[in-house]
């Protein structure tokens, strides 16, 4: 050895200039291979990439993750900003308006090359991931949780929802698939989905109905291993109804939509799924039959055992009857069969008044169901039974809810007060309980916060917290940082809010600007003077149902006029919401919203936003310094829209109900009145008008102009601080999924 190495070393000496070389020509040779390998890699890739690259593409757009990250939406934007825009922002229009040609060219862009690969490579990443909150807290739930709602509201592209309920369904599912949980929703393809809202002339509402074409959004027809489509079927009456379902990708979730219209149904049956929630009560008991007993088969036919059944409202509570009619033919007694279905069903009710429950008659249910019923061998009666409080009272109508819940081993209202309200609406079903034992608990509404949040606020906050910031929905103590002037200092977070509220003025002066050009002509004032970004924002969007009671600040106008107009303090309201196209009363409050707006003294200080939908309400839940609610109490079950705002430094200024009861803690915002409730409608909307108007003017008006030599108000951006902090690590569908996957799922 000690040889070898003498050797080793004088041959060193002797040809260290030929070693030198070498050396020299291998690092020439390793760069000018790196290079090439480099350059080749690229350029390969490049060809391999310009024909994969195409193909995921159109996955990513066939996948609603884009929905809620930004910069897929960005990509999608910059490659037709003009479609973008028209369709509503819709990614699969987008990729279908470029051809090939333009798609490869673009691709060649560097800088745009580089944004669509990690875009790419973030989707492609979030998909395969298997560390997930669910793979830790949840290991157990290996079979999927089925979850059934007869609206779904995932994106403004895709209109199949008409308001809160949808909006909780389709942010149940985007949580879900980020918490990793095994994840089906079903619910129904909407032709014309709900209806596009315009005001005419006179301020009343006018409902148009688009078509939704399944070709132009993401969704893919379910099809048989062997060809053809996958079709079920359903009996209402008479008749057999034939269904298909369309498949939807919300990141790692999965949503089927069942659909009538088929040439294989009576034209009658293939107009069943037209519209949500639309025509008579024949069409309504259709809907849920469609729902619950094909949304049940649609599952079986996939070969799905789920681990629960989770109704999402009573709509869809006939997949009990079908869990039943199966139980009862595996050869169980009637009561053994109940048991075994309600083993695998939860429900959660929304509705705090008896009136919003469905509700069929027992010849409606004969018509409707009688088929289906006698293949089960029970008799009619035994039937009505299980949607009956008394059973043995004859005249007593079917009921959705009290199906639900007889079938559910576990059921929930959607916050704390609404838990209370729902024990004493349905305890004479459990009579041999007090009240406060009726087996309904609760689990307050949250929202997906990536969701909901803006661009800019999505920046904002990945440059201060890490883009990780949405993976830490349910961390109390990560959210306290935002307490400290180190994160975000007064004047940046003031920076934010003047952003945010710029650019909902531009957004409502781009409207009122096509709205001038639709109807031709201008209103009263012109849009581009519209509202201002110095000025106080107050917003109020949501359904235009009477008990949330959009008109009560203009209950006195002699009074709020100088509220508003108030030179050195002034304050704008910005409106937006649909009425049910049956509710003539929600339609008088719209047209009451757009006669005020047109008051000399307040045109363009209170302005009413055509056709609320999930783009508005982000425009809106985003600019508003304060976000207006004032529901009659208790009917705002939980309420959300509030929960959108916090994200943006937006402050809830509400009644003390649904979810704002809980959430409230005296500094994170305002409370209209106190913690109970006047008896009697008249009452109630005095005094509620009487404290909305008294926080207005003491405390929320002079907060927000109370400057420091800066030009912040101090006081308030504290208040934002208290907002987010106390606010976001709670209100998020992550925290809510996370409660219903331990309480209920597991
Ligand atoms: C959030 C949201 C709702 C629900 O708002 P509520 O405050 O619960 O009434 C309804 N519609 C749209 C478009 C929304 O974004």
Not at 185 to 201: A, E, S, V
Not at 491 to 519: C, D, H, K, P, S
Not at 609 to 625: K, T
């Amino acid at each position: 050895m000690l040889d070898g190495r003498c050797q080793d070393r004088s041959f060193l000496r002797t040809n260290i200039p030929l070693w030198l070389f070498w050396q020299f020509f291998s690092i020439l040779m390793t760069a000018w291979n790196i290079w090439l390998n480099n350059n080749r890699w690229k350029m390969g890739k490049r060809d391999n990439d310009l024909n994969s690259f195409s193909s995921r593409l159109h996955t990513l757009a066939n996948n609603l993750w884009w929905s809620w990250n930004p910069q897929a939406q960005e990509l999608f934007k910059e490659l037709s900003p003009l479609v973008w825009e028209r369709t509503n922002h819709n990614a699969v229009e987008v990729l279908k308006e470029l051809s090939r040609q333009e798609l490869v060219a673009r691709l060649h862009d560097q800088d745009f090359f580089q944004k669509a690969a990690n875009v790419l490579e973030d989707f492609e990443s979030y998909m395969e991931e298997t560390h997930t909150w669910a793979s830790e807290h949840a290991p157990d739930l290996k079979r999927p949780v089925a979850y059934f709602s007869a609206e779904f509201g995932l994106h403004e592209s895709l209109p199949i929802y008409s308001g809160g309920l949808g909006i909780l369904s389709g942010d149940h599912t985007k949580s879900a698939s980020d918490l990793g949980i095994p994840f089906i929703g079903i619910g129904l393809f909407y032709r014309h989905g709900y209806f596009q809202q315009r005001i005419d002339p006179s301020g009343w509402q006018q409902e148009l109905y688009p078509m939704n074409h399944p070709e132009q959004l993401p969704l893919e027809l379910v099809t048989l291993e062997e060809g053809g489509r996958l079709l079920n079927s359903v009996e209402i009456g008479h008749s057999t109804v034939y269904l298909q379902a369309w498949r939807l990708r919300i990141g790692r979730a999965v949503l089927y939509l069942l659909d009538t219209n088929l040439p294989e149904n009576d034209q009658h049956f293939q107009g069943l799924t037209g519209h949500v929630y639309g025509g008579d009560i024949d069409t309504r008991i259709g809907q849920e039959i469609v729902l619950g007993i094909g949304g049940a088969r649609l599952l079986a036919s996939l070969g799905i055992e789920p681990a629960v059944y989770h109704m999402n409202e009573g709509h869809s509570a006939f997949l009990t009857l079908e869990l039943l009619r199966r139980s009862l033919k595996e050869g169980r007694t009637p009561e053994e069969a109940r048991q075994a279905v309600s083993t695998r069903c939860i429900f959660t009710t929304h509705t705090p008044v008896p009136a919003g429950h469905d509700r069929f008659s027992s010849e409606l249910m004969v018509h409707s169901l009688g088929r289906f019923w006698g293949e089960t061998g029970l008799s009619h009666d035994e039937l009505m039974a299980h949607g009956r409080v008394n059973p043995d009272d004859q005249g007593e109508w079917f009921t959705m809810t009290v199906l639900a819940l007889k079938m559910s081993r576990a059921a929930n209202g959607v916050s704390a007060l609404h838990g209370q309200v729902s024990r004493e609406m349905w305890k004479d079903l459990y009579p041999s309980v007090e009240v406060k034992d009726v087996p309904i608990g609760h689990i307050t509404n949250g929202i997906h916060t990536p969701g909901w949040a803006t661009q800019k606020a999505h920046e904002f906050w990945n440059k201060r917290l890490g883009v990780d910031w949405t993976a830490k929905l349910m961390d109390a103590k990560y959210w306290h940082k935002i307490e400290h002037n180190g994160l975000a200092t007064d004047e940046e977070l003031w920076a934010l809010r003047y952003t945010l509220r710029r650019e909902l003025v531009e957004f409502v002066r781009t409207r009122m600007r096509e709205q001038y050009l639709r109807t031709g002509g201008e209103g009263t004032i012109s849009a581009d003077h519209a509202l201002s970004p110095d000025v106080l924002t107050i917003c109020f969007a949501r359904r235009f149902a009477t008990y949330k009671r959009a008109p009560l600040i203009f209950r006195s106008l002699e009074r709020i006029i100088p509220i508003l107009t108030n030179p050195e303090r002034p304050v704008q309201l910005v409106f937006a919401g649909k009425a049910h196209p049956r509710d003539n009363e929600g339609k008088k409050f719209i047209q009451r919203i757009i006669e005020t707006s047109r008051h000399p003294q307040l045109a363009g200080r209170v302005v009413f936003v055509e056709n609320y939908d999930m783009n508005v309400a982000r425009h809106l839940v985003s600019g508003a310094d304060v976000w207006l609610n004032n529901p009659r109490r208790p009917l705002e079950a939980s309420g959300t829209s509030g929960e959108k705002v916090i994200i943006h430094g937006g402050l809830n200024l509400s009644i003390m109900d649904g979810w704002w009861r809980e959430a409230f803690n005296g500094t994170n915002g305002w409370a209209i009145g106190e913690d109970h409730s006047e008896p009697g409608i008249e009452a109630q909307d005095e005094k509620d008008f009487e404290n909305l108007f008294r926080t207005l003017a003491e405390e929320v008006v002079p907060e927000f102009y109370t400057r420091s030599e800066r030009g912040v108000p101090t006081r308030w951006i504290q208040r934002i601080r208290n907002s987010m902090r106390t606010l976001v690590p709670v209100y998020s569908t992550d925290r809510m999924v996370g409660e219903y996957v331990r309480r209920y799922y597991l």
